[in-house]
Nanobody, 127 residues
Framework: QVQLVESGGGLVQAGGSLRLSCAAS????????MAWFRQAPGKEREFVAV????????SYADSVKGRFTISGDNTKNTVYLQMDSLKPEDTAVYYC????????????????????WGQGTQVTVSS
């Protein structure tokens, strides 16, 4: 059984930092991708960042570019999201996702590209 477990969420003031972690177990994703999405109350789940293990290529949503950094270790099925200069609009439940698909960044920005999801971790940024 595949499980993705996120950790590291919490409450932080605007301008602060948090680091999210996600560990996958049950299978390897060494040739696919792992990503972070987020969902704010009343809004659809949206793409945040992805790392494609083939070539270790990363891409980001425009709203977080320059502030968030995705990294990880495909041999350990682990991905991280370093979030700096946080803003109140970053408040959401953050989800880790994993895909076995080898595809480009545009496809991997879609929720439908991912067959495995974590349970989510709450990030709240106060103003």
């Amino acid at each position: 059984q595949v499980q993705l477990v996120e950790s590291g969420g919490g409450l932080v003031q605007a301008g602060g930092s948090l680091r999210l972690s996600c560990a996958a177990s049950g299978r390897t994703f060494s040739s696919g991708a792992m990503a972070w999405f987020r969902q704010a109350p009343g809004k659809e789940r949206e793409f945040v960042a992805v790392v494609r293990w083939s070539g270790v290529i990363t891409s980001y949503a425009d709203s977080v570019k320059g502030r968030f950094t995705i990294s990880g270790d495909n041999t350990k099925n682990t991905v991280y999201l370093q979030m700096d200069s946080l803003k109140p609009e970053d408040t959401a439940v953050y989800y880790c996702a994993a895909s076995t698909v080898v595809a480009g960044s545009a496809y991997l920005a879609r929720t439908s590209a991912y067959g495995y999801w974590g349970q989510g971790t709450q990030v709240t940024v106060s103003s």
